[in-house]
């Protein structure tokens, strides 16, 4: 047992020099720049909603674009502002006669993120607002054709981004929604987790 | 020695016979005894007299016999409504107009019958309109709305009907074999003189309303001409070939018996199958029932001072008693029924008494003093009667009408459970009443077997002179030593149900097709994303006594009753979609067979609290199956 803690000991005296040396000679971004950044993510989103996840399961494949500008502020700080689009589209049953239904959610958010960018990755974190359209789609058997809205939401994101190169990064992402909808006479809970990936090309102003 | 001592002398013998035939017959006799209650019951009629006919029908469905009466004028009031007296047990109440059946035209109403013509469960009006003097009278057809309200429905007669005819006699029965209530009328022409009654040569006029299944009726000539003026009518299979065959009583030409080609089609064969050929003579009425107890129906004509009966032979005719009547003049009708639960028929004299059968069809009067009905030896002018069990007790009772004098009822004391009715819910064709249906009646365990034969019936309309009995075939069968008893109904189109081993006390309710079974529903949330939708799921079971449901009907029950669907027969659950969450719902199911008959419907109640047993029966039987 003390020859594994020894050991581990020994690795993590190793690793602490050479990150500090990794950030001084690997740091990509020069410094106090603002950038503008177009990705494309996908990810899954987990539904708070119980009969969402009844019909249509428990997560569901999401993607769309991500244009973000940044404004340094005092390096390494500096203020994201994002602007997103969101597609998600998936095939359910109803509860009970099993009918299929149709789901297709596109969502818009502008979110106000704090970033601390390293020159070699950054991390991010801000709240953000939501507008979702949703419209569900059932089968000729079902009471009525269709059913869709939209509504206002809030939502809270974080995350970081890996730079590969000056202007090619690997973002990684949480976002957790708050919507919810009483327009069919009852609650829709749209809200829910997103994790997801995107890639992120970056133009320099 | 000692024994011949005690045997009486001749003389004494003698006595004693007749003191045991007496004691006999007054026990016989004493099993017959009617209280007069017209007034008790206020159905006396009006003060102005005028009463004609009268038939026993439970019009708005309550389980109680209510009473039409039929008026014509007296010469100080004309246009005599009808009266429809609703029975509320204890007591009776003429509605006739409030629901629409007055039938106030002209000199008045002689024939009216009622029965089913669309099918819905609801006996319908077909009545006659009688002509003098007033022009433009025709007769007319009423329309059971539900409940026992009437619309006029005479519209649906094409071509219109004729005016200012002199109908008297009625009927109604499915005489094209289509499976669907026609109606006859007599005397389609305007103003044949009763003392002329001689055409020449016959005329050959329209006098069927031919029920065309669409709610239009055809008028129609199918071969009974007229050669003289009837009074009484009566639609009867006579010769039990599975249609229905028409008797005219006539003043002047001979009484005759119309037999049906099977298609509809008349044809006179009265001199044929030995009816009298006399002119003449003036007969009322024509009653049929089987007199003797052997299966078919024989004849009793009823006219100048006498009753004639007629055994059927099977392939005619054959007179064998006259029962002489104590009145001068014509004797307008007869109701032949088991007034006693004896088992075998009595013959009631419109007016007069009441005569006792020995079973083989030979009658004799049982004496007023006796039988209660002294008060029917007072009546001034008596015209028609019907029998029918008003309260429910399980004997019949009559009602007596007088064109001079009140109207007399006559309820009868029997009171015992040595009886059963048959009520036919749905026949062959889907209607009520199921007319012309026959009914046996046979010993436990020896159905079909005719030395076994303890009643046979008929179920008639109008029939003789303007009577219409209740629409049950009411059977007398004594109970004693625990008899039990088979029943078998043929329909006009020759099927048949049967009922085993059934005790006496009993109203046996008959469809040609029964409800499937544990009909039932229960209300699911069915759940899209953004929308919810209630709906109910209904589920069945056949009905083992079925064996050829051609599909279910289903009926949502409200203000009245929809249809819903028809589910084809080997399907037995149905889904009724996207309902409110919080609504109670009630259901109809009913089975329909291959010919069309609709079975009585099953219920179901979905949401709100739960009803049971008779409450839901009560519940939907004020809602009016089929009163759509």
């Known amino acids: ?205 | 020695m000692g024994l011949k001592n005690r045997v009486p002398s001749g003389r004494k013998s003698d006595l004693a016979l007749i003191a045991l035939f007496l004691a006999l017959s007054s026990a016989s006799f004493a099993q017959l005894r009617f209280t007069e209650v017209s007034q008790l019951y206020m159905v006396r009629g009006y003060s102005f007299f005028g009463g004609h006919g009268a038939a026993w029908v439970d019009i708005n469905r309550d389980g109680r016999l209510d009473l039409y009466v039929k008026n014509v004028s007296s010469a100080t009031v004309p246009n005599p409504p009808d009266i429809l007296y609703i029975n509320y047990g204890t007591y009776f109440l003429d509605e006739a107009t409030l629901r629409g059946v007055a039938d106030a035209y002209a000199e008045g109403t002689h024939g009216a019958v009622f029965a089913d013509f669309n099918k819905d469960r609801n006996l319908d009006l077909f009545a006659s309109t009688t002509y003098y003097t007033s022009k433009g009278v025709f007769n007319h057809l009423y329309r059971n709305t539900g409940n026992g309200f009437f619309q006029d429905f005479s519209s649906a007669i094409l071509p219109s009907p004729p005016l200012n005819t002199t109908t008297r006699g009625v009927a109604a029965g499915d005489f094209d074999r289509d499976g669907d209530i026609d109606f006859y009328f007599s005397n389609p022409l305007s103003d044949p003189d009763p003392a002329n009654p001689y055409p020449s040569p016959p005329k050959s006029l329209a006098n069927f309303l031919i029920n065309n299944g669409d709610g239009t009726f055809t008028l129609a000539y199918r071969g009974v001409d007229w050669t003289g003026f009837t009074q009484g009518v009566s639609a009867v299979d006579f010769d039990n070939d599975g249609d229905i065959d028409l008797a005219e009583a006539k003043w002047g030409p001979p009484s005759t018996i119309y037999r049906n080609d099977g298609n509809g089609n008349f044809l006179n064969v009265g001199s044929l199958i030995g009816l009298p050929a006399t002119a003449n003579v003036f007969d009322n009425a024509m009653v049929f029932a089987d007199l003797d107890n052997d299966g078919d129906l024989d004849l009793a004509i009823v006219g100048e001072g006498a009753v004639t009966l007629y055994r059927n032979t099977g392939t005619s005719f054959s007179k064998y008693e006259v029962i002489l009547s104590s009145r001068t003049g014509g004797v307008a009708h007869c109701c032949i029924a088991d007034f006693d639960n004896d088992g075998i028929l009595e013959l009631y004299l419109s007016g007069e008494n009441i005569y006792e059968n020995d079973g083989t069809g030979h009658f004799t009067v049982v004496p007023a003093s006796v039988s209660g009905l002294a008060a029917s030896l007072t009546a001034v002018d008596p015209r028609g009667c019907a029998a029918g069990d008003f309260d429910g007790d399980g004997d019949l009772d009559i009602y007596l009408t007088d064109k001079r004098g009140y109207n007399l009822f006559f309820r009868n004391e029997r009171n015992n459970s040595d009886w059963i009715q048959v009520e036919i819910v749905s026949d062959h064709t889907g209607s009520y009443g199921g007319l012309n249906s026959k009914i046996d009646l046979y010993t436990a365990g020896q159905l079909g077997k005719k030395a076994y034969l303890k009643g046979y019936r008929e179920i008639q309309g109008e029939y003789g002179y303007l009577g219409q009995d209740m629409p049950f075939a009411h059977f007398g069968a004594p109970s004693a030593g625990g008899a039990r008893y088979d029943l078998r109904v043929t329909f006009l189109d020759g099927r048949e149900r049967t009922y085993l081993s059934l005790a006496p006390g009993q109203k046996i309710q008959v469809t040609m097709i029964s409800p499937p079974l544990n009909f039932r529903g229960v209300k699911k949330e069915n759940k899209a994303l953004f929308y919810r939708e209630s709906l109910i799921e209904l589920n069945w079971e056949p009905n083992p006594l079925n064996t050829n449901v051609q599909k279910y009907r289903l009926y949502k029950i409200d203000s009245g009753w929809t249809l819903l669907a028809e589910v084809p027969g080997n399907q037995f659950e149905w889904t009724i979609r996207n309902v409110d969450k919080a609504k109670t719902y009630r259901f109809g199911i009913t089975a329909v067979d291959e010919g069309g008959s609709e079975s009585e419907p099953a219920y179901a109640v979905v949401g709100g609290s739960a009803l049971q047993g008779d409450r839901v029966k009560s519940v939907f039987r004020s809602l009016n199956w089929k009163g759509v």
């Open chain 1, 1 to 205: 047992m003390r020859r594994i803690a020894a050991w581990l000991v020994s690795v993590a005296l190793l690793f602490v020099p050479s990150w500090s040396q990794t950030r001084e000679k690997i740091k990509f971004l020069p410094d106090e720049e603002k950038y503008l950044t177009i990705a494309l993510s996908g990810g899954f989103f987990f539904s708070k909603d119980e009969v969402f996840r009844q019909i249509y399961g428990d997560s569901l494949p999401v993607f769309g674009p991500h244009l973000t500008f940044r404004f340094p502020i005092l390096d390494p700080h500096g203020l994201d502002f994002l602007l997103g689009g969101r597609f998600l589209q998936a095939k359910g049953k109803t509860s009970y006669t099993r009918e299929e239904t149709k789901l297709r959610i596109e969502s818009l958010s502008f979110s106000v993120r704090y970033s601390f960018e390293t020159g070699k990755f950054a991390l991010f974190l801000g709240p953000g607002m939501d507008y979702v359209m949703y419209k569900e789609t059932y089968a000729e058997t079902f009471p009525v054709d269709s059913v869709e809205g939209s509504e206002a939401g809030f939502h809270i994101t974080s995350g970081g981004y890996y730079h590969l190169s000056p202007s090619l990064s690997l973002k990684g992402y949480f976002k957790y929604g708050l919507a919810k909808t009483d327009a069919p006479g009852f609650q829709v809970n749209l809200g829910g987790t997103e994790w997801g990936v995107a890639l992120v090309y970056r133009f320099y102003l």
